[in-house]
């Protein structure tokens, strides 16, 4: 039974993820960490829209960021958000498979 503490954590992520964009940048994000302009190119948007984007999901915890010598580097949080973007992800494959 969900309560609404979980509700309330659900809504967050499907807000974060209702945009396209954002759930390719969450997807690409899933096994690695990379750099906002690698980021920007593997979703074909300018750097500065991509940034909107990832501090959008920073600002809601669904990303960290972590300081490598080659600048700042995005990655999910935590496994337990890797565990449900994977979850969204893998129900739309399936979804488009039947």
């Known amino acids: 039974e969900l309560n609404e503490q979980q509700a309330n954590e659900a809504a967050k992520l499907l807000q974060a993820i209702a945009h396209p964009k954002r759930l390719l940048l969450l997807a690409v994000l899933a ?5 906002a302009g690698r980021l920007a190119a593997a979703v074909g948007l300018p750097p500065g829209m991509v ?48």
């Open 31 to 35: 096994d690695r960490q990379l750099s």
């Open 51 to 98: 940034y909107k984007h990832l501090h959008r999901l920073v600002d809601i915890g669904m990303l960290a960021v972590s300081m490598k010598s080659a600048g700042m580097c995005f990655s999910i949080a935590s496994p337990d958000i890797a565990f449900k973007i994977q979850a969204v992800l893998a129900a739309q494959v399936s979804a488009n498979i039947s």
